[in-house]
């Protein structure tokens, strides 16, 4: 049996924004058996996933032999990985992080025409036949992750959720600033909020909420740090739209062909972590001379305005959603 072996360690959204390069490995190597090496808290990213035999973290790593190795990593860990296996070919991802740091430091941009991280991912395995299939990434919750989701989110109201979090504060829409946004949309239309994210952000979550008039809080199912990833998924799934900062749950919302309402900060739309093929709606300040300032994201805004966050309007974002879900019902 001919094999292939992708590494790819880390995070949610990178893993997330490998799967179609999975399915696509899939469609060119038929009968080959596709295997997968990640961080252990991702591994049940690849859950249920039809194109993967075995997924491996990187304190159990694989070992034997492989025909192919895709290393979608390419850093030290992973080369360490394929040190201690008999690969084959090797095909790495070019990272050309040297163009992220020249658009931060100089704002030269001669990253291309805001190519997704998935095309780059894809781009070395081109020449063994691997094509672009056009689907998007792909998720697979469980029917026990599908009915915990439908059971918190009930039936009747639309739901939005909100993917609210993110590592870094720079990529953070203010919590009073989204409640703001929620505000706008209860006064508008009856429907169901979810905020969604993991232990860490907690904190915003009780933010959001203290800053909501209590009349609206009973419309809105705070499970932030209370879901697995695949139960999020689960939500996601169900939602009727999503709202998100760059996180990761937005890669994951894309899984489900939702319609995202992404608010970028410091991210900008060249280094290619846009929502990958479904329709969406960018809230950016494109004005800024000092954006971007992190390739990855910062703790504060260096220059002490936060003005890429502050200055999108609650009203510009709340009105966008609105018109989407009268169009939904129309």
């Not at 030290?76 to 990272?95: P, T």
């Not at 990761?248 to 290619?272: E, N, P, Q, R, W």
């Amino acid at each position: 049996m001919k094999n292939i072996l992708v590494i790819r360690l880390s995070s949610i959204g990178d893993i997330i924004l490998t799967t179609p390069v999975l399915r696509e490995l899939a469609t060119a190597f038929p009968g080959f058996e596709i295997d997968y090496c990640t961080k252990a808290p991702f591994t049940v990213l690849l859950s249920g996933n039809p194109h993967i035999n075995k997924v491996f973290s990187v304190d159990d790593p694989p070992s034997g032999s492989y025909d192919l190795v895709v290393d979608l990593q390419n850093n030290i860990r992973s080369k360490r990985i394929i040190r201690h296996i008999q690969a084959g070919e090797v095909r790495k991802y070019r990272k050309q992080n040297w163009k992220k740091l020249l658009l931060v430091k100089t704002r030269i941009d001669i990253t291309g025409s805001y190519r997704s991280v998935v095309d780059r991912y894809r781009e070395e395995l081109i020449a063994l036949g691997v094509k672009p299939d056009e689907h998007g990434c792909e998720l697979f919750p469980s029917n026990a992750d599908r009915t915990f989701a439908s059971a918190a989110a009930g039936s009747g109201l639309p739901v939005l959720a909100l993917c609210f979090g993110a590592m870094h504060a720079s990529k953070r829409y203010p919590p009073e600033k989204l409640a703001g946004v929620l505000s706008l949309l209860f006064n508008s239309m009856d429907f169901k909020a979810i905020l969604l994210g993991g232990k860490d952000d907690v904190p915003h979550a009780l933010a959001i909420m203290k800053a909501l008039p209590e009349t609206y809080r009973k419309n809105v199912v705070d499970l932030s740090g209370q879901c697995s990833l695949l139960q999020s998924a689960a939500f996601l799934e169900r939602a009727d739209a999503v709202l998100s900062n760059d996180t990761g749950l937005m890669h994951m919302a894309s899984c489900f062909g939702k319609k995202i309402f992404v608010i970028f900060g410091s991210s900008v739309k060249a280094f290619g972590f846009l929502p990958y093929h479904v329709p969406f709606e960018l809230f950016e300040n494109e004005g800024l001379d000092c954006r971007p300032c992190s390739h990855y994201g910062r703790d504060r805004c260096p220059e002490g305005h936060f003005s890429c966050m502050n200055d999108i309007r609650e009203e510009d974002i709340a009105e966008k959603i609105l018109d989407y879900f009268k169009t939904q019902r129309s």
